[in-house]
């Protein structure tokens, strides 16, 4: 899932430069599985925000009902930033929580048993 995701966020950043409307359709589609997949994964983790925000990306970047904006400069810092939550999440890595055994020291208990007690000289002359 790595290398997808990087693959979308190239693919935002490579739509900054000039490039014929097949390209944007291209990137629509890349970007909104992306975002299906990511939206996806953040619910099952009930990461709520992250979901609403990739949603967010998802309608903005969809195929089927595509959102225009008509004007290049308002498209580009769309780009950057998509292209940059792209970047964030596949190379972030969330470090679990280290786990600390505490050092329990046994020691040994002595157990006696009857056969093991040392009789008297005085008892057993009775």
Same mark, same amino acid.
């Given at each position: ?7 979308c ?26 975002? =299906?997949?990511?939206? %996806?994964?953040?619910? +099952?983790?009930?990461?709520?925000? &992250?979901? !609403?925000?990739?949603m967010?990306?998802? #309608?903005?970047?969809?195929? =089927?009902?595509?959102? %225009?904006?008509?004007? +290049?400069?308002?498209?580009?810092? &769309?780009? !950057? ?5 792209f #970047? ?39």
């Amino acid at each position: 899932m790595k290398q997808f995701l990087t693959i979308c966020a190239i693919a935002c950043f490579i739509a900054i430069l000039r490039l014929p409307i097949a390209y944007y359709t291209f990137l629509r589609a890349i970007v909104s599985l992306g975002a =299906i997949v990511l939206i %996806y994964t953040f619910f +099952k983790q009930k990461n709520y925000l &992250l979901t !609403v925000v990739f949603m967010v990306v998802l #309608l903005l970047f969809n195929p =089927i009902l595509p959102v %225009y904006l008509h004007r +290049k400069s308002i498209w580009i810092p &769309l780009d !950057v930033i998509t292209g940059l939550l792209f #970047l964030i999440i596949s190379y972030y890595e969330k470090k679990e929580p280290v786990k600390e055994e505490k050092a329990t020291e046994v020691m040994a208990v002595s157990k006696t048993y009857t056969r093991d007690r040392i009789v008297s000289a005085k008892k057993e002359i009775k």
